[in-house]
C-alpha cells in the first residue's frame, strides 16, 4: 500500500489516502512504458520535410537539343538532377512517423507510468482547485503553496474553463481530464497533481464502468 497525502490550498496536510499498488498493476512494466512515449513522442513529430524529384519540377520531357553534332555535352530534359533547377536526385518526401497502440496496452502503461509517480513521491492530492474567475496568480501561489516549483499535469475530474486559462499561462504547467491521461504526458512532467475528486475517480474507475 501506498500513502498518499491531501492538502489544502495552503500546502496543510487534511488527510491520507491508502492506495493499492494493485490498481495500476502492481509493478511498474517498463518495455510497455517505453513503447507507449515512444508512440507519444512520434505522434507529435511532423514528418513535412519534402523537396522536388525530376518528377515534381515543371518542364518539357523534350529532349534539349539533339545527341550529336553541336558541341554541347549531351543532355536529356530539362528536369534532369544535374541542371540547375531540376529536380533533387535523392529527394525527401513528406511521410508519417506515427504509429498505434492497442487501448488495453496504453492503459497499461498509463497505469505504469502513474504507479512510477507514486513510488517516487511526485503525486500530489489537492482537496479542490476551483475558481470563480480564471487567477493565474492564485494558481501559482497554489504550487508555491504544495511545494511545486517544477514541471507538471494537473489532472482533473472534468473540464474547467476557470482552471484552465488560470493554468495556461504558467511555465512548464499542463492541464488534463482524468480520463485523457497518457503515459507519455505523465512521464513528460515532474510532477503529477491531482484534485481529490479526480484522484478518487482514477482509483474507482473499474467500479464506475
Given at each position: 500500500m501506498i500513502t498518499v497525502s491531501v492538502?489544502?490550498?495552503?500546502?496543510?496536510?487534511?488527510?491520507?489516502?491508502?492506495?493499492?499498488?494493485g490498481i495500476f498493476g502492481?509493478?511498474?512494466r517498463y518495455p510497455l512504458l517505453k513503447q507507449s512515449i515512444l508512440m507519444y513522442q512520434a505522434n507529435k513529430r511532423l514528418g513535412v520535410a519534402a523537396t522536388k524529384n525530376r518528377s515534381k519540377v515543371e518542364g518539357s520531357t523534350r529532349k534539349l537539343y539533339r545527341q550529336k553534332g553541336t558541341g554541347n555535352a549531351r543532355a536529356g530534359m530539362v528536369r534532369t538532377p544535374v541542371r540547375?533547377?531540376?529536380g533533387v536526385t535523392f529527394a525527401k518526401a513528406a511521410r508519417d512517423?506515427?504509429?498505434?497502440?492497442?487501448?488495453?496496452?496504453?492503459?497499461?502503461?498509463?497505469?505504469?507510468?502513474?504507479?512510477?509517480?507514486?513510488?517516487?513521491?511526485n503525486v500530489i492530492v489537492v482537496d479542490e482547485l476551483g475558481f470563480q474567475s480564471p487567477k493565474t496568480k492564485e494558481f501559482a501561489?497554489?504550487?508555491s503553496n504544495l511545494k511545486i516549483n517544477r514541471s507538471c499535469l494537473v489532472a482533473v475530474e472534468k473540464h474547467d474553463e476557470n482552471l484552465l486559462k488560470s493554468v495556461?499561462?504558467?511555465?512548464?504547467?499542463g492541464l488534463s481530464a482524468v480520463s485523457d491521461l497518457n503515459a507519455g504526458e505523465v512521464c513528460n512532467r515532474?510532477?503529477?497533481?491531482?484534485?481529490?475528486e479526480?484522484?478518487?475517480?482514477?482509483?474507482n474507475r473499474d467500479q464506475n464502468v
Open positions: 492538502y489544502n490550498r495552503e500546502g496543510a496536510e487534511l488527510e491520507t489516502l491508502k492506495v493499492d499498488e502492481g509493478c511498474v540547375v533547377g531540376g512517423f506515427s504509429f498505434k497502440m492497442p487501448r488495453k496496452q496504453r492503459r497499461l502503461a498509463c497505469d505504469s507510468a502513474i504507479l512510477a509517480k507514486l513510488q517516487s513521491g501561489r497554489i504550487l495556461r499561462n504558467v511555465s512548464r504547467v515532474q510532477k503529477l497533481l491531482f484534485t481529490k479526480a484522484f478518487l475517480a482514477l482509483l
